[in-house]
């Protein structure tokens, strides 16, 4: 942007020429000036010329800005060489009070009356009390006339969006000011947005803005004012050709007009200024960006931050109790998109809790770029007592300076904990856990396989269990053969004889009796003597041919025959009863023999 | 001779790392940095030997650092292999407690003290000798202290069926603070339950980073790294 000379002049060195002149000038008020003058930061004389190169016949406008205070009455300072002072009466002299900052420009024309160097001479003015002085200006007449024919713009107040850069990464700051242009005789006293202002894709962050001074610039050859009214840093949040779109402003204006008093004999009586207050509605054109993405290679944990950062990591105490609080905070400050900065992941030894860290957040508006900063603030407390040490934790971003990935980490702490350590807390507390076990210990196979002990079960145990069953086998196979051998069936028929005695016993009256009955029939029939079968005449002669003792057969017929009363003749007189019946029978039974005799041969 | 030789030496190195790693987490404990001697203790298990004492004290200060998962998986592997420690025991309920799960019944109690005495192998040896004596007794034709020795023996089988089972049986405690079941194994699967730290799920197979288990009957995928087996 063209901007034309300046010169300007803050506190001056004195030279003794100059001090002898002002204090005839200014005598005692300059000795007062002096006295009240206290810093001389606000006070401020600047003087520009609209162009350092002119030709032969035109104009320059010579401009003297006040600010900081009021000012006294100002004489043009004199032309010499090639300029002349057109006329003292200036071509504008306008207070205004911009942004409650207090502000007069002062403006003359000079002729360029020859080729070669023209100057226009320093002068000294009084601002807010204070004598300062203002440099000679010096420029250059030319020969032969301009030829040029400057593009000026027919508007005498208009806006401009002016972007920081028209491509950008996405989340990489682009700061966009509005600045309002407007040509000398116009003096804008108030702006304001109207309506809403649309930037799809982008986070924004309003600046302050830092001078409500106006600047001289020149567009198109042609003077003009120019003053930031707005300024916002934006975050693109995707890539692609984002649009700003246009804003609108309403300004509050003073315009400044020269009287025409003609042949007015009063004329000199008068300002030969007039101004009127006007209000007027400037546009700043839609702006477009092209924004492109972040390259690949993004390091693990990379949470979108772009800019420059820097990384301080503070803890508030680094030797506490156990179980007390330590904060530990990660300060990262930068020209990236504060809002959105996530924190460092820190990972607490174990023995030590840590909570989701707290954050807090600060914009500096005043700052080009927008500077911000964010303060992680972790609360970690040890469990017990011990040294702790808390490993740095990486945090990355995107340097779009350098066009790389960056990673920036938090410092080591170490933490002291006083007090037991979490083994002996535990011993001490009746209710806690138990205490470590510290003595030597056992050590066994970590998860043995049990496969084999498996085959060995399952193995041994089919042996005796084989074992039993052949067993059993072998048992059941011997019952069965002993069943139909003599012996099996001696045994078979006792078994018989006592259960027929059994039921006898239970029974009683007839059926008694023929329960004996058939326990004899048994018994004899062990002899071969098929008692049951045989009449009884034959009965006789068969006991004795089985080789029954005839003791022991007249037992046995009598108890036979006294079976058959009870059974057919129970009423009659001398009948047994059927317990005498069992009683008799039980030693018959006994004594009889078990067997047939040898020479016995049954007929 | 230099072969068993050889085998003594190679059953004793592990042993004697596993010492040195026991001595360096005990002297950091009485330093005060816990972290180390978990460090150090975790270790020993990669030496393939294992000890109540190191389950115990990794399970205590799992317990202390409230990580409930990892305190139950510790204790509870400390109670199968040494049940007779007070310390154990009384840990295992704090971390069961925490854990949400209520005192382990009596049986189990009985149970595991019944393995500290008797190990598996020991039940395996014991039901073998018992049924070899109850068969040499029935030969001998005593018949009742043949039957009494054979169902000794049975008792003996089972419960040496039991203890081998229980160290086959795939059994896993959740040591991640929560996940959820899945009905396949990704994590874009629908997810059907959600286990907590402490629970014990069964194992089932393993595929691409997940772990089939069940818990209460709901079978399901969660990462492989949110489960440990006992």
Redesign the interface.
């Known amino acids: 942007m063209p901007v034309r000379d300046l010169a300007r002049s803050r506190l001056p060195k004195p030279k003794p020429k100059q001090l002898l002149r002002a204090a005839f000038r200014l005598g005692a008020l300059a000795a007062l000036a002096v006295a009240l003058a206290g810093p001389a930061s606000g006070q401020t004389a600047d003087a520009s010329v609209s162009s350092r190169g002119l030709a032969v016949g035109e104009e320059l406008t010579y401009s003297l800005t006040l600010r900081g205070g009021r000012s006294g009455p100002v004489d043009p300072p004199a032309g010499s060489g090639a300029l002349r002072l057109s006329s003292p009466i200036p071509t504008l002299d306008i207070t205004t009070t911009f942004n409650g900052e207090t502000e007069r420009r002062v403006a003359w024309a000079y002729e360029a009356t020859r080729t070669g160097v023209g100057r226009i001479d320093g002068l000294r003015v009084t601002v807010g009390g204070r004598s300062l002085r203002v440099d000679p200006v010096q420029v250059r007449v030319s020969p032969a006339p301009a030829a040029s024919a400057p593009t000026v713009s027919s508007d005498e107040i208009f806006a401009r969006a002016e972007v920081s850069r028209e491509t950008a990464f996405i989340g990489q700051q682009v700061i966009v000011e509005y600045v309002l242009y407007f040509q000398p005789q116009i003096q804008p006293r108030q702006t304001a947005p109207i309506g809403t202002w649309d930037a799809a894709g982008f986070w924004r962050e309003e600046m302050e803005v830092p001078s409500a001074y106006p600047r001289s610039v020149t567009l198109g050859g042609e003077p003009y004012e120019a003053v930031t009214i707005r300024r916002i840093a934006l975050f693109p949040t995707r890539a692609g050709e984002l649009e700003l779109a246009e804003m609108r402003f309403d300004v509050d204006l003073l315009r400044t007009t020269t009287r025409g008093f003609g042949a007015d004999p009063f004329a000199p009586f008068f300002s030969p200024f007039s101004s009127r207050y006007d209000e007027e509605e400037v546009t700043a054109p839609a702006a477009t960006i092209t924004v492109r993405p972040l390259p690949d290679g993004a390091p693990p944990g990379f949470g979108g931050a772009v800019g420059q950062f820097e990384l301080e990591t503070v803890v508030d105490e680094r030797q506490v109790e156990a179980g007390e609080a330590v904060e530990v905070r990660a300060t990262i400050s930068g020209t990236g998109n504060t809002a959105t900065l996530r924190a460092p992941q820190i990972e607490p ?3 030590v ?1 840590a909570y989701a860290p707290r954050a807090d957040r600060e914009v500096f508006r005043t700052a080009e770029p927008l500077r911000g900063v964010a303060v992680f603030a972790y609360t970690l407390v040890p ?7 808390v490993p740095a934790a990486p945090w990355s971003y995107f340097d779009p300076a350098d066009g790389q990935y960056k990673t920036l980490r938090t410092e080591t702490v170490e933490i002291t ?1 006083l007090g037991p ?3 002996e ?2 011993a001490a507390d009746p209710d ?17 396989s ?1 496969t084999w ?2 085959v ?2 399952a193995g ?2 089919s ?3 084989l ?2 069953l052949g ?1 059993l086998a072998v048992r059941m196979g011997r019952r069965r053969l002993g069943a139909a051998s003599p012996r099996g069936r001696r045994k078979r028929l006792a078994s018989a004889i006592r259960t027929r005695l059994d039921a006898a016993r239970a029974l009683d009256g007839p059926a008694a009796a023929a329960e004996v009955e058939r326990a004899v029939h048994a018994a004899l029939d062990r002899l071969g003597v098929p008692a049951a079968t045989l009449p009884a005449h034959v009965l006789p002669s068969r006991l004795d041919a089985a080789g029954l003792a005839p003791e022991l057969r007249d037992r046995t017929l009598a108890l036979l025959d006294a079976c058959g009363r009870v059974q057919y003749a129970p009423g009659l007189a001398g009948t047994p009863s059927a317990s005498a019946l069992v009683a008799d029978a039980e030693p018959l039974l006994a004594d009889l023999p078990t067997e047939r005799a040898s020479e016995a041969v049954p007929a | 001779m230099t072969l068993a030789l050889l085998l003594l030496l190679q059953a004793a190195a ?2 004697a790392e ?2 040195r790693l ?1 001595e360096t987490g ?1 002297r950091l ?7 180390g001697a ?1 460090a150090a203790w975790e270790g020993i ?1 990669e030496q ?7 389950e ?2 990794l399970g ?2 799992a ?4 990580d409930v998962g990892r305190a139950r998986l510790h204790l509870e592997r400390a109670a199968r ?2 049940a007779s ?4 025991a ?2 295992l309920r ?1 971390a069961r407690q925490a854990a949400g799960v209520g005192d382990r019944p009596v049986w189990r109690v009985a149970w595991d003290r019944l393995g500290a005495v008797v190990p ?2 020991g039940l ?1 040896a014991l ?2 000798a018992l ?2 004596a ?2 040499g007794v ?2 001998l034709e005593r018949r009742r202290l043949g039957a009494a020795l054979g169902a000794l ?1 049975l008792v003996t ?1 089972v419960a ?2 039991a203890a ?1 089972w229980e ?2 049986a795939p059994v896993a405690i959740v040591v991640a603070s929560e996940a959820d079941l899945r009905e396949a194994p990704s994590a874009a699967a629908r997810g059907v339950a959600r286990v907590r730290a402490g629970e014990v799920v069964a194992l089932g197979d393993a595929e691409a980073g997940w772990r089939r288990v069940e818990a209460d009957g709901v079978e399901g995928w969660v990462p492989e790294a949110a489960v440990e087996r006992l």
């Open positions: 030894p174990r023995g809790d469990q017990g007592g011990g040294v702790f040490e904990a350590s979490l083994a807390a535990a806690g856990p138990a205490a470590l076990i510290l003595s030597a210990p056992v050590w066994e196979r970590a998860r043995p049990v002990l498996w060995a079960l041994g145990l042996l005796p269990l074992a039993g067993l | 592990p042993a596993a010492d026991f005990a404990i009485a330093e005060g940095d816990t972290a978990v298990a393939g030997v294992a000890s109540a004492a190191i115990h004290n205590t200060l317990l202390e650092r409230g292999l040494d420690r007070p310390g154990v009384h840990n704090l598996p192998g395996v039901a073998l049924s070899f109850a068969l029935v030969l023996a089988v040496a069926s081998l160290r086959t």
